[in-house]
């Protein structure tokens, strides 16, 4: 069991760019979730999904977009990348919607 | 407004003694409890939980308390070991809100040989 995968580790946007963060389990859960770190600051849900076909808005949302066709994976999509998106990027999954797996996370910079 | 808060950013302490990391909560709504440990460019792995009907779980050398009345729950790590040294984030979760946690800050814990 590969757990939840991410790629890239790491990326470097420029103002204005696009790109997708990729997200991918293989424990057959049906919750997945993306959220962000910033420097001393906790995880923030951008946004999250309870099964294929279904997301919904986490807290910080806005500048995101996201799709779930599969239960396998859970892409993330920036659009017109800010500054403001410099972050960590973790994706999560789990059985229960407790207990959530984490994926090793894409540091993403915009400069 | 910060739901759940971990009010010390750090916290060092010697091999073999015990390690206190502290949580408050401040919505009534939430009736399950998580910490998990974060090393250096990896993600979050879940420690241990606790649901609102006790207060009190152990697992090893870690015990997490609960204290409603005071929406406050803490983390014991005895005895301390240096493989221990991670962030810790609490993170709590009300079943109205379905399959969602709010995390708190995270406290950098250093056990020191």
């Known amino acids: 069991n590969a757990g939840v995968t991410q790629t890239p580790k790491f990326r470097i946007l420029k103002i204005g760019q696009s790109m997708t963060l990729q997200c991918t389990q293989d424990?057959?859960?049906?919750?997945m979730y993306w959220y962000r770190q910033d420097p001393g600051m906790g995880l923030k849900l951008i946004y999250y999904?309870?099964?294929?076909?279904?997301?919904d808005k986490g807290e910080v949302p806005n500048g995101y977009n996201v799709s779930r066709s599969t239960t396998e994976d859970f892409p993330l999509r920036l659009e017109l990348a800010a500054p403001s998106q410099t972050s960590v990027y973790f994706c999560?999954?789990?059985?229960?919607?407790?207990?959530?797996?984490f994926g090793p996370g894409t540091r993403l910079t915009v400069l | 407004d910060q739901q759940v808060k971990q009010n010390s950013p750090s916290l060092s302490v010697q091999e073999g003694r015990i390690s206190i990391l502290n949580c408050d909560y401040t919505n009534s709504m939430f009736d399950y409890f998580l910490w998990y440990k974060k090393y250096p460019a990896e993600g979050p792995t879940f420690l241990i939980s606790i649901s609102s009907i006790k207060d009190k779980n152990e697992d090893g050398r870690f015990t997490v308390f609960l204290n409603k009345s005071a929406k406050h729950l803490s983390l014991h790590i005895v005895p301390s070991q240096p493989g221990d040294s991670a962030v810790y984030f609490c993170?709590?979760?009300?079943?109205?809100?379905?399959?969602?946690?709010?995390f708190g800050e995270g406290t950098q814990l250093t056990v020191n040989p």
């Open positions: 424990m057959n859960h049906n919750y």
């Open positions: 993170a709590a979760s009300a079943k109205v809100s379905g399959s969602r946690l709010t």
């Open positions: 999560a999954s789990s059985y229960s919607g407790f207990e959530q797996f």
């Open positions: 999904s309870v099964g294929a076909g279904i997301t």
